[in-house]
Nanobody
Framework: VQLQASGGGLVQAGGSLRLSCAAS????????MGWFRQAPGKEREFVAA????????KYADSVSGRFTISRENAKNAVYLQMNNLKHEDTAVYYC????????????????WGQGTQVTVSS
């Protein structure tokens, strides 16, 4: 599966952005999907994940209550609605296929892609 994230940009603290992830290739609607991010000088970290049918979601504590993950299987798309953005949310955001625990990336099933830059000004 090839994954391409988009929708990033520059926003002021307290603002909102909606990220999109388009999947192509050998897609499978049963795959759980997730969002990860990597800030400069830091390791890539888990942000949110959603099960294949969208019945289960999981969020990092740092974004819980502010971010919402969703998916449209008919469009092979996954979204991340980000509200009340903070400076510390600044990072490159990537989507990925994740495991059944909605936690770890399955790079054997899908590539990271280029990611999309989110910059939050304080």
């Amino acid at each position: 599966v090839q994954l391409q994230a988009s929708g990033g940009g520059l926003v002021q603290a307290g603002g909102s952005l909606r990220l999109s992830c388009a999947a192509s290739g050998r897609t499978d609607s049963s795959y759980s999907m997730g969002w990860f991010r990597q800030a400069p000088g830091k390791e890539r970290e888990f942000v949110a994940a959603i099960s294949g049918l969208g019945r289960s979601t999981k969020y990092a504590d740092s974004v819980s209550g502010r971010f919402t993950i969703s998916r449209e299987n008919a469009k092979n798309a996954v979204y991340l609605q980000m509200n009340n953005l903070k400076h510390e949310d600044t990072a490159v955001y990537y989507c990925a296929v994740v495991d059944y625990r909605l936690t770890f990336p399955r790079t054997d099933l899908g590539s990271w892609g280029q990611g999309t830059q989110v910059t939050v000004s304080s």
